[in-house]
Structure formats: structure tokens, C-alpha cells
């Protein structure tokens, strides 16, 4: 009989030969006990969180977890059913409003997970006879709506705007075509450059989907994104967003301004189809999004702690995935995976974790250590971190 796991053969030995070494298990960490945004109990060790995506600090926030626990009793833990069903309760509308005035949109729509955003909207706009037009480097998530669609698909270099512009022209006249772009890409922490991918894009007829998953709440003026800095938000058809950044709990969700938007309640599989976020989860994402509209020292604090970090590693010696701090992912490129385990190691019984990145999640093939910062980091714990990579970094003879 074939065995249908033998697939993954390549993998799992190459993580028998990484654990053999003695290593800590990079993908197995434990977090016993979380004591803040920033800080946690991880195997046993008192830690300084720089790989969690949480941004903006909201997790622990007073207001945050108040409305989450009256949203449990007054509606219980789960909602047991679709949006389209049973599944819609008062606070389903409420985020989704949120949403709307967070962005200045006319319509919201939330899903289960940032996931089940992309796979939904991308695979149901875009279908037989049309071209979806995306960046080499997009998220998992945007590739899988793409092979659940049944679109014609056309990728392009990361970050390129002649080769971008190169695929749109080669699209067959009257074709309907969506252009899917992210405003920060996780790996690198690299910004794209949405104002002229956008004026491309528009001028060959296309609609534009931006994914902003890794820079709302903290990038543009009041937190809308890349799309919002650089000035084209109001021409981006639809905005995907996930709650399990910046807004500190789970989620995901797409605006627009499309005047027909709201059919996709109807047509949208993985809305239509999936049981809906409990209330105690929309109550704390409503009340965190708020917050967020005001959120502006928060978001000058984290552009100081992105500024330091990317400095202070730089200035160590270690290769970074970007010349400058363009978001708060400060990515350590290392030389290949059993140097970055080690490193990652070290790390962490130094009393810090980060996040160890491997292809093929990774561009190019890199290894990566990714730091995610916080807006609750202090500028004293930024300055130990910086410490902690030094010492790991000469330890393991990365620098």
C-alpha cells in the first residue's frame, strides 16, 4: 500500500537530524503561563516575547478583557452556528461597525480566522474567465484561495513594479482581473510600494485587494495601514485584515466600499459555511478596534522600538531583511536552518523567544529569526534584547 505521509519524508528527517543535536524543538514551544504582553513563562523559563504579532499590547488591556467577560455571560461561550443561520448575534454588528469607522467604510464583513478572510473573498470575486494578478512572496492563505478559485493565476517578482505591470498587459481584453497585494510581508517586514502597484493596477482595469494583516492598527496616521501612508486607500476595492495581530485576539475580516458587497454573505463558502466567532471574542475585538482609533502614542512608542531594535542588531553586525526599520518585523537572516536553531536557542535561554522561520514558508529559501515588537515593549526591555542577541549571536559565532 502507498503510503500517502511518504510525501513528507525529506521533512521529517531533517527535523530528526535538528532535535538529534540536542536542540530545543523551535515549533514545539510552550507558553505555561502569559503575564503580559510582553512577557511569559515559556519551558519553564521567564521570557521577553518578541514573536507574538501583538502589536499594539491589546491583549492584556482592562477595557479588552472586561467586555470579553461580560460578553460570556450575558451570551455564553459559543454561538454554535453560521453567520447566515443562528450564527449573527448583537455583537457580530457591532464589530463589523467598528470595522466600518476604523477604516471610514460603508461595509464589513468578519470571518472566523484572517485565513478563512482571504480564502473567501479572493475565491469568490474572482472566478472562471478571470486573472488574479499577485505578488511571488504573498501568504499562504492568498495562494490557497487562489488554487480554490477558479481564476487564472499570474504571479509576479515580489515587490516589482514592471513585472507586475508586464502581467497586466499580457491579460486578455474584457477579462475581469483582481490584483492582490499585502501592505507588510511577514517574513522580511518589508513594505510594498502600494501607491504605484495601485495606479498600475487601476490603470489596467483591475480591482485591488490589499491584505493589511501585518501593519493595521499601527501603520497610516489612524492605524488604516500601507494603504492609508501612502495616500491610496480610497482606491483599494477591498481591505483584508485578521484580529490576531494588532487587535489581540482571533478573527479576521474584509471592508469595502464596493456598492454591492454585501452579497457575498450569501455567496461566500467559507462564510457561509463556518460557525461564527464567539461572542466573547467579537465583544473583545469591537472594544479593542475602538481603542485602536486612538491609538496614536501607542503607534509612536512601537516606531521608536522598530527604530532601536533594527538599529542596535544592525550595528552589531547581524545581516537584517531590511536596510531600514520599515515596520515592527525586524527579520535576522541566518546562514541556514542548523545555525538558526542554535541561535534560536540561545536565544532562548537567554530568556527571549523570537520566531524561527524555514522554507518554504520563507523567501529565497532564508532562514530567519523574526521579531515582531510590541507597543508595551519599554525602551529598557528593547535595550536588554539587544544584549540577549549579542551574547546568543557570539555564543552560536553568528557575529
Not at 461595509?107 to 480564502?119: D, E, I, P, R
Not at 502597484?197 to 483591475?206: P, Y
Not at 461572542?279 to 475602538?290: D, L, N, Q, Y
Request: hydrophobic content about 45%; proline content about 4%; glycine content about 10%.
Amino acid at each position: 500500500m502507498n503510503d500517502l505521509f511518504s510525501k513528507f519524508d525529506a521533512l521529517i528527517q531533517q527535523r530528526e537530524t535538528l532535535l538529534a543535536g540536542g536542540v530545543e524543538d523551535p515549533f514545539n514551544l510552550v507558553m505555561e503561563r502569559v503575564l503580559s504582553p510582553t512577557q511569559a513563562v515559556c519551558n519553564g523559563r521567564d521570557t521577553i516575547l518578541l514573536g507574538t504579532y501583538n502589536y499594539m499590547g491589546m491583549t492584556f488591556d482592562p477595557d479588552v478583557i472586561a467586555a470579553g467577560k461580560k460578553a460570556l455571560d450575558d451570551f455564553g461561550s459559543g454561538t454554535t452556528g453560521s453567520r447566515v443561520l443562528n450564527g449573527t448575534y448583537q455583537g457580530h454588528r457591532e464589530v463589523e461597525a467598528a470595522l466600518c469607522e476604523f477604516y471610514a467604510m460603508d461595509h464589513a464583513m468578519v470571518f472566523s480566522t484572517g485565513y478563512q478572510a482571504n480564502l473567501g473573498i479572493i475565491s469568490t470575486i474572482a472566478g472562471k474567465g478571470d486573472y488574479i494578478i499577485l505578488d511571488i512572496d504573498s501568504h499562504a492563505s492568498i495562494w490557497d484561495a487562489c488554487k480554490m478559485g477558479d481564476a487564472e493565476v499570474v504571479p509576479f517578482k515580489h515587490n516589482d513594479l514592471e513585472a507586475m505591470e508586464r502581467r497586466l498587459k499580457r491579460v486578455p481584453e474584457g477579462a475581469g482581473i483582481l490584483v492582490v497585494l499585502e501592505g507588510v510581508y511577514s517574513m522580511l517586514g518589508d513594505v510594498a510600494p502600494l501607491a504605484e502597484m495601485v495606479a498600475i493596477a487601476k490603470k489596467h482595469g483591475a480591482m485591488v485587494l490589499v491584505d493589511e494583516a501585518h501593519s493595521m492598527g499601527f501603520i497610516g496616521e489612524h492605524g488604516r495601514g500601507v494603504a492609508e501612508d501612502q495616500g491610496v486607500l480610497d482606491q483599494v476595492d477591498f481591505v483584508i485584515g485578521t484580529f490576531s495581530k494588532s487587535v489581540g485576539t482571533v478573527g479576521g475580516f474584509c471592508v469595502s466600499n464596493h456598492p454591492k458587497f454585501e452579497i457575498m454573505r450569501l455567496v461566500c463558502r467559507p462564510y457561509v459555511f463556518t460557525a461564527s466567532l464567539p461572542p466573547s471574542v467579537v465583544a473583545t475585538a469591537a472594544t479593542s478596534i475602538r481603542k485602536l482609533m486612538h491609538g496614536s502614542n501607542k503607534r509612536a512608542h512601537l516606531w521608536e522600538n522598530s527604530r532601536r531594535l533594527h538599529g542596535g542588531l544592525q550595528a552589531l553586525g547581524f545581516q537584517l531583511g531590511t536596510q531600514e526599520p520599515q515596520s515592527a518585523i525586524v527579520a535576522v537572516i541566518m546562514p541556514n536552518l542548523e545555525r538558526g536553531a542554535a541561535m534560536w536557542e540561545a536565544l532562548l535561554k537567554e530568556g527571549l523567544y523570537v520566531n524561527l522561520a524555514r522554507p518554504p514558508a520563507t523567501p529565497a529559501n532564508m532562514t530567519l529569526l523574526r521579531c515582531s515588537l510590541c507597543a508595551e515593549h519599554s525602551a529598557e526591555q528593547v535595550e536588554e534584547i539587544l544584549g540577549m542577541f549579542e551574547r546568543a549571536g557570539k555564543a552560536v559565532g553568528i557575529i
